[in-house]
């Protein structure tokens, strides 16, 4: 059976993967990208062509939106040359591009004004990366009617992992909300790696020995295993994970948890290090160039510890300190959102947002397991907020920066002056109300 | 009366002017300091130079110490050519350095166990500034007993204005805590003043109306008053106020609320700021030179902003925001520390820690003026983040970094999730416990 023809619009790293993988997968994909360089890089590919939005959209029953922004959604859903005007009777229309909630459920209005209610829209956001994106093995996060999941459902699938194409309960907007969740943790935890190997630096260990000792302990996260080899080869332009996309993403958090009045701390924090970066000209170069807002020199220019064993202990400990409070504000900001917390823990351990913290004490705050109920043997409040107290006393008598475990102890402070000290450091959840 | 003869180390910024202050007050001061230059210096000024620490303390009834650091002052006090083993039976010997209340503690312990418990030891770290402290007219805040408060008195009253000696109830480290919460405010609004022009600058506003409209306004800082000239003109070389001073204030502050597990999530967000700029090299340079960490051009190459009135009232919101949760952060630690808080309030009204909100919701929350017993009409937590995420949503925006203006708003929301947001905004100080 042949392959029904896809529209397509954006064709950067992650939108060239994705299309050039359903080119593959044998379907006539017609693409077009503001760059003309990136049209004929995705002819090469065997991809089609468009040379308007107009041409990629005229007569295509799927359409797949993966564009940077909402603004650049909004441009080439609705401007002057806008798909929706092209679109046949009853296309499906996927918004896979990261927005926030309320740019997704806007999209459902206009289209209504316009009195293009027949599209089947769904809001469909993606996690994985350009390789995962051209390998067809993205996780998805879909949510729209019914009818409009059940027509996008085989080409989200083919795009996605067998067992990553999520369909999130909640309709248009809830895709959108479990992917900001997930990014929650991928902006802390991208800004955390940079920490943990920063303090690394200070402290006189090697880098490769030390990330070793990372992800073979609890302090793992995805985002530090996935960048630090670019970090450490300072392998930063082209980004092939820019600054600049880390830092939207931590704007569609920030700016929704304000709308809600929801305090955000470690993302802000983290937010607030991404902005700096970007004032000293960092924004198009690799996120992992973080490491250079904690430590001046290449890591390869460290001056060798005395004592390597304790200084990869106090690494860990800040790792373990800062996902602990990663794990709770985006547990918090989750349940705030009413989000289906058992669907974003399965999608979260398979994500780039995962933490071995995550894994087992994120699900703890998520079933409840907090304070008297927590695991026998947990540590308490006070337990985690003393570990990680030496390591942020240590960092500072060596003038190394630590934004992101600075926040989390005075989050692990609060809990302990609301009550929380002696209960299981999960109970850290507590201060997000 | 001839004037008793006072020795003397630390003849840097602040220490070079207190000790020539003295000298022309008639005291003979004999002056040591590390580098020969500045002992030159001081010998051109009129001062006695003395060429070893023994030379400036034998003989000498009264003594003051003002070297930058607690480490300095353990070593010129106790160290081989320490000089506790050379004072004289009973002398006065005044500790000005800032250090914390535990440092200064242990002082009294090593003179004990030296058998110097006749040395009549002064906690009295000073306030104020290179300009007042060569003209006699600085904040001394000064515990001891009451045996040693009187014998150190007259000298002390040389070097401060005729207001402000302040006699601190609480023995030895009373002096250093009244000085480290006074810091709160200092660390927080030196960084707050490169953070509102900074925000101006993305703003497109002139730098010079800005700061008239914030001196003008309830947004004013004594800081933000002092810092700006050197600021607009990027006189930062060398540093009248070095970047590395109130490092080492925001230092004090933050181990010492380390140790007792309170949260200073302002505070610390102001150190890691300034942690970040010293990994840029920004150290030995003024503090002011803080603003190249939110806007990477001078202040006089701002693109001129549409509608210059609505956008300095965002600047003046963002350092109302903050401010006010600066005063809860100050109040509360201040309560913690069992600090005399009348004492407090005068104090830091008269001295460089001081903002307009300070003076009045600072002293509302001081006395209990919050929740119900606020004054009537006055604005509510919920108003209070309401107007500052106006201005954190416009500078993100804008790509400006906001460190305390996100940091003060999270502690904002948190009082909302606490149930505050309908209570005064002095009522976030129960974020604090």
Same mark, same amino acid.
């Given at each position: 059976?042949?392959?029904?023809?896809?529209?397509?619009?954006?064709?950067?790293?992650?939108?060239?993967?994705?299309?050039?993988?359903?080119?593959?997968?044998?379907?006539?994909?017609?693409?077009?990208?503001?760059?003309?360089?990136?049209?004929?890089?995705?002819?090469?590919?065997?991809?089609?062509?468009?040379?308007?939005?107009?041409?990629?959209?005229?007569?295509?029953?799927?359409?797949?939106?993966?564009?940077?922004?909402?603004?650049?959604?909004?441009?080439?859903?609705?401007?002057?040359?806008?798909?929706?005007?092209?679109?046949?009777?009853?296309?499906?229309?996927?918004?896979?591009?990261?927005?926030? /909630?309320?740019?997704?459920?806007?999209?459902?209005?206009?289209?209504?004004?316009?009195?293009?209610?027949?599209?089947?829209?769904?809001?469909?956001?993606?996690?994985?990366?350009?390789?995962?994106?051209?390998?067809?093995?993205?996780?998805?996060?879909?949510?729209?009617?019914?009818?409009?999941?059940?027509?996008?459902?085989?080409?989200?699938?083919?795009?996605?992992?067998?067992?990553?194409?999520?369909?999130?309960?909640?309709?248009?907007?809830?895709?959108?909300?479990?992917?900001?969740?997930?990014?929650?943790?991928?902006?802390?935890?991208?800004?955390?790696?940079?920490?943990?190997?920063?303090?690394?630096?200070?402290?006189?260990?090697?880098?490769?020995?030390?990330?070793?000792?990372?992800?073979?302990?609890?302090?793992?996260?995805?985002?530090?295993?996935?960048?630090?080899?670019?970090?450490?080869?300072?392998?930063?332009?082209?980004?092939?994970?820019?600054?600049?996309?880390?830092?939207?993403?931590?704007?569609?958090?920030?700016?929704?948890?304000?709308?809600?009045?929801?305090?955000?701390?470690?993302?802000?924090?983290?937010?607030?290090?991404?902005?700096?970066?970007?004032?000293?000209?960092?924004?198009?170069?690799?996120?992992?160039?973080?490491?250079?807002?904690?430590?001046?020199?290449?890591?390869?220019?460290?001056?060798?510890?005395?004592?390597?064993? /304790?200084?990869?202990?106090?690494?860990?400990?800040?790792?373990?300190?800062?996902?602990?409070?990663?794990?709770?504000?985006?547990?918090?900001?989750?349940?705030?959102?009413?989000?289906?917390?058992?669907?974003?823990?399965?999608?979260?351990?398979?994500?780039?947002?995962?933490?071995?913290?995550?894994?087992?004490?994120?699900?703890?705050?998520?079933?409840?397991?907090?304070?008297?109920?927590?695991?026998?043997?947990?540590?308490?409040?006070?337990?985690?907020?003393?570990?990680?107290?030496?390591?942020?006393?240590?960092?500072?008598?060596?003038?190394?920066?630590?934004?992101?475990?600075?926040?989390?102890?005075?989050?692990?402070?609060?809990?302990?002056?609301?009550?929380?000290?002696?209960?299981?450091?999960?109970?850290?959840?507590?201060?997000?109300?």
């Amino acid at each position: 059976m042949s392959k029904p023809a896809v529209g397509f619009v954006g064709l950067g790293a992650m939108g060239f993967g994705m299309a050039t993988h359903l080119v593959k997968q044998g379907y006539p994909v017609h693409g077009y990208d503001v760059f003309p360089a990136s049209i004929e890089r995705f002819k090469a590919a065997g991809g089609i062509p468009a040379s308007t939005l107009r041409e990629s959209a005229e007569g295509k029953k799927y359409y797949i939106v993966m564009v940077a922004s909402a603004p650049q959604a909004q441009s080439v859903l609705f401007g002057d040359d806008g798909i929706v005007q092209y679109l046949p009777q009853n296309a499906v229309l996927m918004l896979c591009s990261t927005v926030s /909630a309320s740019d997704a459920q806007s999209v459902v209005t206009e289209l209504q004004n316009r009195g293009r209610g027949d599209i089947l829209f769904v809001d469909s956001p993606v996690s994985g990366g350009a390789k995962r994106a051209a390998d067809g093995t993205l996780s998805i996060m879909a949510g729209a009617t019914d009818e409009a999941l059940n027509a996008a459902r085989d080409i989200l699938q083919e795009m996605s992992d067998e067992k990553k194409l999520y369909l999130v309960p909640g309709g248009i907007g809830a895709g959108s909300n479990m992917k900001m969740v997930h990014q929650v943790l991928a902006a802390i935890h991208i800004c955390g790696a940079s920490e943990a190997m920063g303090l690394a630096a200070h402290l006189g260990l090697d880098a490769r020995a030390t990330a070793e000792a990372i992800f073979a302990s609890d302090a793992w996260t995805w985002m530090h295993e996935n960048r630090f080899p670019r970090m450490v080869e300072e392998d930063w332009t082209p980004g092939a994970s820019a600054l600049t996309i880390i830092l939207k993403d931590a704007g569609i958090i920030t700016s929704s948890a304000r709308q809600h009045r929801f305090p955000t701390p470690l993302c802000s924090t983290a937010e607030q290090a991404y902005l700096t970066a970007l004032v000293h000209g960092w924004g198009p170069k690799d996120d992992s160039a973080m490491i250079r807002q904690y430590y001046a020199k290449p890591l390869s220019e460290v001056s060798p510890s005395a004592d390597p064993k /304790a200084a990869t202990e106090l690494v860990l400990e800040l790792m373990r300190g800062v996902n602990l409070v990663a794990a709770a504000e985006a547990v918090a900001f989750a349940r705030y959102l009413k989000v289906d917390l058992a669907q974003f823990h399965g999608l979260v351990t398979q994500a780039a947002g995962a933490s071995k913290i995550f894994i087992q004490q994120g699900l703890e705050m998520i079933e409840g397991l907090i304070g008297d109920k927590a695991p026998e043997g947990s540590p308490t409040v006070e337990q985690a907020a003393a570990k990680l107290e030496a390591v942020v006393q240590k960092a500072r008598d060596l003038h190394c920066p630590l934004h992101l475990g600075n926040a989390a102890l005075n989050v692990l402070f609060q809990a302990q002056r609301h009550g929380s000290g002696r209960h299981s450091s999960t109970s850290v959840i507590r201060v997000y109300g």
